[in-house]
């Protein structure tokens, strides 16, 4: 069930063609886009955090910052990823990577979630990291405001490791004390 804000929202950014087939479900507007500058088609999910007892909504403020990511210029994207990369590599320092190339050019956008007064890029790195997901997140003027280094598998899963298939098997009877 969509809320009549969601609805305007979704409207307009259907008015502004800044996404490709934009949706509204489960309280985001989401659909395809280009970043220009990095060269990318990305998802773009537009978060306008709703609340139940919410009766406003700033369109405006929504459309501007997809406005923003979306029409980046080349020379403040470069200097996103720089930054990017530069903390990554500080971090990493001397840990082994699976193939030795420059994150610069190994970094690909893949999504983007638009805040009103915020911006979090996902990026792959399929040589450096490819078990990781990295997340940046960029104030309103663009400017990075945190970088997080993400394992894919992160979700709340215990992974299990059993010797032999009785182990396994004790452990499915509940005979595994």
Known sequence: MSSPLLDTLLARIVDSGLLDDPVAENGLVYGRATIDAAGAVVTVNVD???EDDEETLDDDALIAAITRILSVSETR???????????IDEAVDDEPVIEQV????????TSV???ADAVLIAFDAPKQFPDSRILVQ???DLEVANIEVRDRDAADVEVLEFDD???LL???????R
């Open 165 to 167: 298939l009785d182990e």
């Open 138 to 140: 960029l104030d309103d």
């Open 113 to 115: 979630v638009v805040f």
């Open 102 to 109: 420059d994150l610069r050019d190994d970094l690909e956008a």
């Open 48 to 50: 306008p955090e709703l």
């Open 170 to 176: 004790d452990r499915l009877s509940g005979d595994d």
């Open 77 to 87: 994207w470069r200097a996103v990823i720089d930054e990017v990369a530069d903390n």
